[in-house]
């Protein structure tokens, strides 16, 4: 027989608005952040003068999404019976709210939003096989999976050129695909097999490829990334190139102090960071109302003299221009940008977590704004760039291509004992450390920087 409850009682902790609940300008920017400051005014990305105080500056975030979720979690304890305390999560406001359509692109073409759709797809289904694989007991460790995610993932990698560099997260998986990884490598990873990139050394995706294709391998520590790519816009700028380098973050990862240094390391040197942080509503277990108090993660920018923008995550339109724009912006040698991308996790952690502390409104709430599903009725019904029998054709595509990598991930052997020998220090002949893009350039009639410019030659 269930124990008799008492009535909730709301936690003072996070019990406020979440989700960029606030005042929205005619042009959908969110109201804008003024501080005094005794230096002049400034103009620039982000950055709007007042002619009114020049000791006035006023920076604006702007807010790209068609709607503005308006709900709140805060924290509740219960008392059973026996006068034990239970806490839990509850959510409360407007989760009926109709989803919303997705904005047009100012710069995707037919083909290349076709193409973003199957890496979704692709995305989706290969995370289905990882699944099914764990299930049946042939991974080892754990799986992560970016459920929910796949427009935030593909979209932003697909705004990359070839020379750009990026550092996915656990969750990016997506990015892969795009980058020109196969399912089957990702598959093998989980595996520990020997036909994997690590050859069966490690059962995560910790695996890069800094040759071909420019990836950073993810790191375990979460915001570690940040400073790592910075220094890899910096080797590249000292080489004369400006590239975008991109990695993602969670709102819970954005809260750690190499975060910070990462960020404002890439502002100081002018650095091409495009950092997407994937708000995703939950730092593993906790609530975003209770992980940080600003209402919006992007206007942390202001405090670095950076441009930030917030952006619906689950559009697929809306995540590429806002990664195109901030690549873009890295090409021209204008600095890092901040991208928020709301959205929500739709899995626990890992596959271990069945993220039973979510209020089950929330994932009903998101459900509904698959980021598959929104792009599928875009292309088909909206913008008729696909008829329903090439729709149906190209889904069951992928799902051919994914169980022909499932089918030689599995069939992939064990790595041999033997093996574990190797790889694991860099040996005589194993691999040449050279510039990418050319030497670096230093000042006519000599040929190595003096100590005195050591500092300044960053930039």
């Not at 996915?168 to 036909?195: E, H």
């Not at 391998?217 to 910096?234: H, Y």
């Not at 209770?290 to 697929?316: H, N």
């Amino acid at each position: 027989m269930a124990n008799k409850r008492t009535k909730s009682k709301a936690n003072s902790n996070g019990n406020r608005p979440r989700n960029g609940v606030r005042a929205i300008t005619a042009h959908g920017a969110a109201d804008a952040i003024v501080r005094r400051a005794g230096s002049p005014k400034r103009t620039g990305e982000g950055v709007r003068p007042s002619a009114a105080n020049t000791d006035l500056r006023t920076y604006s975030i702007p807010d790209y999404r068609l709607e503005h979720p308006n709900f709140t979690v805060h924290q509740s304890v219960e008392k059973d019976k026996a006068g034990a305390e239970h806490v839990h999560y509850e959510v409360e406001g407007d989760l009926d709210a109709p989803v919303p359509p997705i904005r047009d692109s100012k710069y995707l073409s037919k083909q290349q939003a076709i193409e973003i759709y199957r890496y979704m797809l692709l995305n989706r289904k290969m995370e289905t096989a990882l699944e099914n694989l764990y299930k049946q007991g042939k991974v080892v460790g754990g799986v992560y999976f970016g459920l929910g995610q796949e427009a935030c993932s593909c979209a932003s990698a697909y705004a990359l050129d070839k020379d750009d560099w990026f550092a996915p997260m656990i969750r990016n998986q997506g990015s892969l695909l795009v980058r020109g990884f196969r399912a089957s490598d990702t598959m093998m990873q989980y595996m520990a097999k020997a036909g994997s990139p690590t050859k069966g050394r490690d059962g995560t995706s910790h695996f890069g490829d800094i040759e071909k294709r420019n990836m950073v391998s993810p790191i375990s520590m979460l915001g570690d990334l940040i400073p790592v790519m910075s220094g890899v816009a910096l080797g590249a700028r000292l080489q004369g190139r400006n590239i975008a380098v991109m990695t993602w973050i969670g709102d819970g990862g954005q809260s750690t102090g190499v975060t910070y240094e990462g960020i404002n390391f890439a502002a100081v040197q002018n650095l091409g960071l495009v950092l997407v942080i994937e708000s995703n509503e939950w730092a593993y277990s906790t609530p975003s109302e209770m992980q940080y108090r600003c209402k919006d993660l992007a206007e942390r920018a202001i405090g670095y003299g950076i441009p930030g923008v917030i952006i619906d995550g689950t559009d697929a339109c809306q995540v590429y221009d806002a990664a195109y724009e901030a690549v873009e912006r890295a090409h021209r040698g204008e600095g890092p940008t901040m991208i928020e991308a709301k959205m929500m996790r739709m899995k626990g952690h890992a596959i271990h977590d069945a993220a039973a502390y979510v209020p089950k409104a929330l994932f009903d709430f998101w459900k509904k704004r698959d980021p598959i599903a929104r792009f599928e009725n875009y292309l088909v019904r909206e913008k008729k760039w696909l008829t329903g029998q090439e729709n149906g054709e190209l889904i069951s595509e992928v799902e051919r291509v994914i169980e022909e990598e499932r089918e030689i991930a599995v069939n992939s052997p064990m790595p041999t004992p033997e093996s574990a020998e190797g790889g694991v220090s860099c040996e005589d002949g194993c691999h040449v450390i050279k510039p990418k893009y050319g030497m670096p350039k230093v000042k006519k009639g000599t040929s190595r920087y003096k100590e005195t410019e050591a500092a300044v030659h960053l930039k």
